[in-house]
């Protein structure tokens, strides 16, 4: 597994990332971060860069066993207690980490987390991207297949105006997009995390597409013990968009100042 391990503080903070990316995607994050937190920043097993490339796996590609891979690195670094940041489906594992082991995790926070299971049937939108998306992948259009799926999360355009090394990251990732498109809905069930007081931070972006900003207001009926808070402006990749008030929500959470 490849991470990156920054900071020397005994507050620790683990960042997961969703979808199309790896640890690439918080390099605006660690500079600030691991001078307040000691940070640990991974690309998931199954992507790039990694000892190896993708297998296709779908038994290794699940949220249940990244949530698993999770733990082994924690525990390969010897961290007990950490806090966790999840964006988009990295939501999904962060959750299910809360939700797996609430004596380890001692905050979790969800920036534009891909938790739909909490939206009411019938209020889900249709997402045709996604469709769209894995046509384009299955046609041997790889980047039309990026293109159409980076605006579907981020909204139109977005994938024209990324920079160069977020473009070369969503490519070396390519390969994961059938597996994302055909992965089974993740059910939240926050009851754990409740039971334990486990406080959450909720991170959202004022010009995400849907459905995420009904995600983060349906999480705010889920949770006993939460806090929310909205960038502006900002879209789903609100931490690259306005990386030092993203850093800057994340620091106060953890390590809140003395009234």
């Known amino acids: 597994m490849t991470y990156q391990d920054v900071g020397e503080s005994p507050t620790c903070l683990l960042l997961v990332h969703g979808s199309l990316c790896d640890s690439r995607f918080w390099r605006w994050q660690l500079p600030d971060l691991s001078a307040a937190v000691r940070v640990v920043a991974p690309s998931l097993p199954a992507y790039i860069p990694a000892p190896s490339a993708p297998s296709g796996a779908d038994a290794q590609f699940s949220i249940s066993q990244h949530t698993t891979d999770m733990f082994a690195l924690m525990d390969h670094l ?15 594992i962060a959750a299910e980490m809360a939700c797996r082991r609430p004596d380890r995790v001692t905050h979790l926070l969800l920036a534009d987390p ?5 939206l009411p049937e019938d209020s889900m939108p249709a997402l045709p991207y996604r469709d769209l998306a894995l046509a384009a992948y299955e046609q041997g259009n ?4 990026l293109e159409i799926f980076i605006d579907g999360v981020s909204g139109a355009g977005t994938w024209k105006r990324m920079v160069s090394w977020f473009k070369a990251m969503t490519r070396d990732q390519a390969g994961t997009l059938p597996l994302i498109i055909r992965e089974p809905l ?20 004022s010009d995400s597409p849907p ?49």
């Open 211 to 259: 459905p995420f900003p009904a995600i983060i207001e349906a999480l705010q009926h889920q949770f006993d013990h939460f806090k929310s808070h909205t960038l502006t402006p900002a879209s789903h990749g609100l931490n690259l968009a306005l990386p030092h008030a993203f850093n800057q929500i994340v620091i106060q959470e953890l390590i809140p100042k003395a009234p």
């Open 142 to 145: 790889t980047d039309a297949a």
């Open 114 to 118: 891909g938790l739909g299971s909490v």
């Open 78 to 92: 010897g961290i007990n207690h950490f806090a966790v940041l999840g964006h988009s489906r990295g939501g999904r």
């Open 186 to 205: 993740y059910e939240l069930n926050p009851s754990r995390i409740n039971e334990y007081g486990i406080p959450v931070t909720l991170i959202g972006g």
